[in-house]
């Protein structure tokens, strides 16, 4: 008896860290708990997971790889809801950790998360997924490394691409980020503009399959499915 309650304890003392760190910090995406999804975080989290979940129906996606998975919301749902082998990757530790944490205490699977950065050189070793979820990243990157860099990075990215990736990124016009103005300018109509940067990266075919809000919600982001 004295041995089962400490083979417990490992559990309750994650559980007691993934309450603690979840208080720590604003959550990005909403949270699987006892196995209910609390709503909430920072962007429309649901709203995107309806079209990203028509778009793996609709292509009959096995797996599924999200570079910049946050608390994991897509990464989860995809395994939870769609049967996918989905896969996380995300440099933040505390977003990581809490991955960690929802995926062990609610025991959804098949699913897995890796600590890294984003780069060229890890998407040169990461193996072809079936659909690559690639959401609120890529500005990220052109302001600190370029659009050349990124222009690259996505031709890489597309050689890793079965059938379809999920696109969406920040815009010029979001003025009230300090980054906005350190992107190219994207003019008056920055959807315009992101659909020809992937069309110059190689992709097929790009197709808007909604919007959602910026992250201060004063500006439309375009949701793209696009084709290598």
Not at 2 to 29: D, E, V, W
Not at 119 to 124: H, L, R, V
Request: glycine share 8%.
């Amino acid at each position: 008896m004295y041995q089962k309650g400490l083979k417990k304890i490992p559990y309750y003392l994650r559980k007691f860290n993934a309450k603690i760190l979840l208080k720590s910090y604003p959550n990005y995406q909403p949270i699987f708990q006892n196995g209910k999804l609390i709503e909430g975080g920072d962007r429309k989290c649901i709203d995107r997971w309806v079209l990203i979940k028509k778009e793996i129906e609709n292509y009959n996606i096995k797996s599924v790889l999200d570079l910049g998975s946050a608390e994991g919301f897509y990464v989860l749902q995809s395994a939870k809801e769609c049967g996918c082998f989905s896969v996380g990757v995300d440099a933040d530790i505390r977003r990581f950790s809490i991955a960690l944490d929802q995926l062990s205490l609610e025991k959804i699977e098949p699913a897995g998360f890796i600590f890294g950065v984003i780069d060229e050189g890890m998407i040169q070793n990461i193996p072809n997924f079936d659909m690559i979820i690639f959401l609120s990243v890529m500005h990220h990157m052109m302001y600190s490394k370029g659009e050349d860099y990124c222009r690259n990075f996505m031709k890489e990215l597309r050689k890793k691409v079965n059938t379809v990736m999920i696109f969406e990124m920040g815009q010029s016009n979001e003025l009230k980020n300090k980054w906005a103005k350190l992107l190219p300018d994207m003019g008056e109509n920055p959807h315009e503009w992101i659909e020809k940067f992937l069309f110059s990266c190689g992709f097929s075919e790009v197709i808007k399959i909604g919007e959602s809000d910026s992250y201060f919600k004063d500006k439309n982001r375009a949701l793209y499915k696009v084709f290598p």
